[in-house]
């Protein structure tokens, strides 16, 4: 089972469309990050959230923390082809390691 | 922030050889961490080294196959030992910067074929 569950796996939408991805699971979880990778390239983070029902704005991408911090969404606003990449929602487990999620791989298309 | 340069960035490998994949930050870190990641999916962690000691393997990774070492705090390298075509993946390193939050960096990763 995974820790986290991450939905959809895929996206493929036309530019200037909204999308929300999820990371969702049973455990509740002091923080909780967003990475997005590009081909070739090692993830980056986005963004932290740290309190329940957090909502923090990176440009047209909004974050928010559930209330009981045991999920999180990812809204991006007119998307834009620079946009694509994988997303990867993860959690710091005991002993330092980063635990990721399954990944949403997002297509933008122009 | 943290810079880490890791190579070879791909390559090609024939069964039964082995490759060593290098990983340099540009500051004294005490832990770094390798993962695995097939295209488009998810990382898996493969162990954590930290320098001085033996390295921590997750499980299902073993250090006969995955050997790591940890000379210094700025510099590590991965051992993909006995290949076989289940081992072609992209293999990625880490570290951890501590501040208000724990960020990752990564390196760009090795893209690794085995044929």
């Known amino acids: 089972t995974q820790l986290l569950e991450q939905s959809p796996q895929f996206l493929s939408i036309q530019e200037g469309e909204n999308l929300t991805v999820y990371c969702n699971s049973s455990s509740v979880f002091s923080s909780l990050q967003w990475y997005r990778q590009e081909p070739g390239e090692g993830p980056v983070l986005l963004v932290t959230?740290?309190?329940?029902?957090e909502v923090k704005k990176l440009k047209r991408l909004t974050f928010q923390f559930g209330d009981a911090r045991k999920d999180s969404s990812l809204h991006i606003t007119a998307a834009q082809p620079g946009d694509t990449g994988l997303y990867l929602c993860a959690v710091m487990e005991y002993g330092n390691k980063l635990v990721f999620g399954a990944g949403t791989i997002l297509r933008v298309k122009s | 922030s943290a810079v880490i340069s890791q190579k070879p960035s791909r390559d090609i490998c024939q069964r039964g050889t082995s490759l060593t994949i290098q990983c340099q930050v540009d500051s004294q870190v005490t832990m770094m961490f390798w993962y695995r990641q097939q295209p488009g999916q998810s990382l898996t962690l493969i162990a954590t080294?930290?320098?001085?000691?033996?390295?921590?393997?997750e499980s299902g990774f073993v250090i006969d196959k995955f050997p790591i070492s940890r000379p210094n705090l700025t510099f590590s390298t991965l051992t993909v030992s006995n290949m076989s075509p289940e081992d072609s993946s992209i293999y990625l390193c880490?570290?951890?910067?501590?501040?208000?939050?724990?960020?990752?960096?990564f390196g760009q990763g090795t893209r690794l074929t085995v044929v």
């Open positions: 880490s570290v951890f910067l501590r501040g208000l939050n724990t960020e990752a960096f």
């Open positions: 959230v740290v309190t329940g029902g």
């Open positions: 080294a930290n320098q001085g000691s033996e390295a921590t393997y």
